[in-house]
Each structure stands twice: as C-alpha cells, then as structure tokens.
C-alpha cells in the first residue's frame, strides 16, 4: 500500500465567496496555478438558485499542502475563518 492510500488527503477551507458565478471563477484562477479546487455549497441554496444570505455562499477547498500556495493568489476578497 502507498502512503497516499493509507491516508486520505487533508482538505481545507481557505474562505467562502457569496456567489457561485465568483467561486467558479477562483476555482479557475487556482487551477490555471496547479492547484486541486473542490466548491462546497449548502444543497438547497444551490437547488432554489439562492443569490444572498447564508445559502448562497460557498466554500472554496484545496489540499492541505497546497493552502499557502492559494492564499496569496486570492488576496483579501474572501471571507475566511480566524481560527484558520
């Protein structure tokens, strides 16, 4: 067995966006740089097509080893968690 299926890949949130549209765009940004983009949005926000409030957000995720590579691509237009 390799070390990569003994371990699955630590995923971390690097910051939410409140627009599907503006998280499709990061993603893109961070692929064209090599790095691995998974968006999480909350099902029924995505379902109803919510545009604001808390449904409407989503949560852009990379690779642990690839979070400070993202950040400075992203600059101070993401929402992000302190504790981060």
Known sequence: MTPSEERPQELLSVGTVNSQAVAEIIKSL??????DVWLSQESAGSAIG??????AQV?????????EQARP??????QTDPDS
């Open 50 to 55: 919510l545009a604001m409030g808390p449904m």
């Open 30 to 35: 961070l692929n064209a740089h090599g790095i």
């Open 59 to 67: 949560e852009i995720i990379v690779r642990a080893e690839q979070v």
């Open 73 to 78: 691509l992203l600059g101070d237009g993401l």
